[in-house]
């Protein structure tokens, strides 16, 4: 059986069995409200056209879930919350932040396809940006039936470091600073940081990414995103 590499689903969590996928039928209805407060809008030829919001964005995410089979019938209620914000302040800069926090109200008959699952980008080489991703975990390493918090942090500017190099600063590239952040009760306190120059050729960003688990040094690694789309 192709298992990820979790320890829920491997059973390494003290009092907790493992989540092992089992054959059964699955229903599930999701709600999701998304507020932008004081939005403005313009009417051109017709059409209305947003103008932004000095207000972040609010988010809400609700899913039930119904598990069952001969043997196992149940259900589970999922809720997460989130805020975030895109703040362009000068000439391609642009500072975006997004912090979100929820869990599993009841998770007594969450099975695998049910867990929380959080953007993780293991690959070297990737052909889409991410604005919530974790790049040095392997995929599904850090999913939770628990609950969570989260937070994505970045800064864009033409002129940081790189940029005030001679041959680089009559460039279209641009520097970005990120942070992600993600506690979970079973993994503790996770943070990446990142420095990567984006707009290489005009599709390309690439950096390095560190890691650290609570408090404590846990990895680099080199990141090339191709913005292909």
């Known amino acids: 059986v192709n298992l990820p590499d979790n320890p829920f689903v491997m059973g390494e969590v003290e009092g907790r069995g493992a989540i092992v996928p089992v054959n059964?039928?699955?229903?599930?209805?999701?709600?999701?409200?998304?507020?932008?407060?004081?939005q403005r809008y313009r009417i051109r030829n017709g059409a209305k056209l947003s103008e932004g919001s000095d207000?972040?964005?609010?988010?809400?995410?609700?899913?039930?879930?119904?598990?069952?089979?001969?043997?196992l019938?149940?259900?589970?209620?999922?809720?997460?919350?989130?805020?975030?914000?895109?703040?362009?302040?000068?000439?391609?800069?642009?500072?975006?932040?997004?912090?979100?926090?929820?869990?599993?109200?009841?998770?007594?008959?969450?099975?695998?396809?049910?867990?929380?699952?959080?953007?993780t980008q293991a690959s070297p080489v990737l052909l889409?940006?991410?604005?919530?991703?974790?790049?040095?975990?392997?995929?599904?390493?850090?999913?939770?039936?628990?609950?969570?918090?989260?937070?994505?942090i970045r800064f864009t500017t033409p002129?940081?470091?790189?940029?005030?190099?001679?041959?680089f600063s009559r460039t279209l590239m641009r520097e970005n600073l990120s942070t992600a952040l993600l506690w979970t009760p079973?993994?503790?306190f996770y943070a990446e940081a990142g420095y990567t120059v984006?707009?290489?050729f005009l599709?390309?960003?690439a950096g390095f990414y560190t890691g650290f688990r609570n408090w404590k040094y846990e990895g680099l690694g080199f990141r090339v995103i191709l913005n292909l789309r």
């Not at 059964?24 to 004081?38: C, F, G, K």
């Not at 362009?88 to 699952?117: H, K, M, P, T």
């Not at 002129?159 to 041959?167: H, T």
């Open 198 to 200: 984006s707009e290489i």
């Open 73 to 119: 019938a149940g259900h589970y209620d999922f809720l997460k919350a989130e805020i975030s914000r895109t703040t362009q302040f000068a000439a391609f800069s642009e500072f975006s932040w997004r912090l979100s926090a929820g869990g599993f109200i009841n998770a007594d008959n969450v099975q695998i396809q049910d867990l929380c699952y959080f953007n």
């Open 159 to 167: 002129y940081l470091m790189l940029k005030r190099l001679p041959g």
């Open 24 to 38: 059964h039928n699955n229903a599930s209805v999701t709600a999701e409200l998304t507020w932008t407060p004081r």
């Open 128 to 152: 889409n940006s991410y604005e919530d991703a974790f790049y040095l975990k392997p995929y599904y390493s850090v999913a939770s039936p628990e609950y969570f918090s989260e937070a994505h």
């Open 186 to 188: 079973h993994y503790g």
């Open 203 to 205: 599709m390309a960003e």
């Open 55 to 71: 207000w972040p964005t609010f988010r809400v995410v609700y899913r039930h879930g119904f598990n069952y089979n001969n043997t």
